[in-house]
């Protein structure tokens, strides 16, 4: 089963906040969410990730609603090396779980 | 550069070949994962080491054979593959299982 919904495609113009919702409504309390980006024909890289407060670093900012329910990734002035395809995941911190990307957003900027 | 090095970038070999991916991580972790990405669906996890030693094998063909003779180094051998497993090949890194991941850039494999 699908713990993550996101929206399969997304544009967004250069320069301009690009906005990734991600809606999670099974998440459980230990679990956070994590964003990964896959570059064409490169490996995912991290982003970022949090569990119930609003998180930023040098990359993006992830703003968790307050059931926690979704969430939104903000990448605050998107260029056109921001092209990638997004992945939304929610997971418990520590285990064994294995991390499980399913079809993400494919983000395109527009010149 | 992510500290994870993947050789080679791209290989092409027939189904009766023996082949070996090659992964490196120089950032110190204690896991290491392969992982599979065949065009237009997911990324599938296909192995995971904690200190080189196996703890999940998510029903991977034995025509895959992993191997992890220290916790910088793993190696996927490959053996009498199918065309179907032509796929862009990941390996990933970790500092404990179930952190984040460090990606590298893969292997693109074409099975002829």
């Known amino acids: 089963d699908a713990k993550t919904t996101q929206p399969t495609s997304m544009d967004c113009a250069e320069g301009r906040a690009a906005n990734l919702p991600c809606n999670h409504s099974?998440?459980?309390?230990?679990?956070?969410v994590y964003w990964y980006r896959q570059i064409h024909s490169q490996g995912p890289q991290y982003i970022i990730h949090g569990l119930k407060n609003n998180e930023t670093n040098e990359m993006a900012s992830l703003i968790i609603t307050e059931d926690r329910k979704s969430s939104t990734l903000i990448l605050p002035h998107a260029t056109l090396r921001d092209t990638a395809v997004y992945y939304c995941i929610v997971r418990a911190y520590f285990g064994n779980e294995k991390l499980t990307f399913g079809t993400g957003t494919r983000l395109t900027i527009i010149p | 550069e992510t500290g994870v090095t993947q050789t080679p970038r791209h290989l092409v070999m027939g189904m009766t070949n023996k082949k070996s991916l090659k992964c490196e991580q120089h950032?110190?972790?204690?896991?290491m994962y392969w992982y599979k990405q065949s065009a237009k669906k997911p990324l599938e996890l296909m192995f995971v080491y904690s200190l080189e030693e196996r703890v999940e094998n998510n029903s991977v063909p034995s025509r895959f054979s992993p191997e992890c003779p220290n916790s910088s180094h793993l190696f996927l051998h490959l053996h009498t593959l199918q065309p179907e497993d032509s796929a862009l090949y990941l390996c990933?890194?970790?500092?404990?299982?179930?952190?984040?991941?460090?990606f590298g850039s893969g292997t693109q494999l074409s099975v002829l």
């Open positions: 950032l110190g972790h204690n896991a």
């Open positions: 990933a890194s970790s500092l404990l299982v179930g952190e984040k991941l460090f």
């Open positions: 099974t998440i459980s309390g230990n679990e956070y």
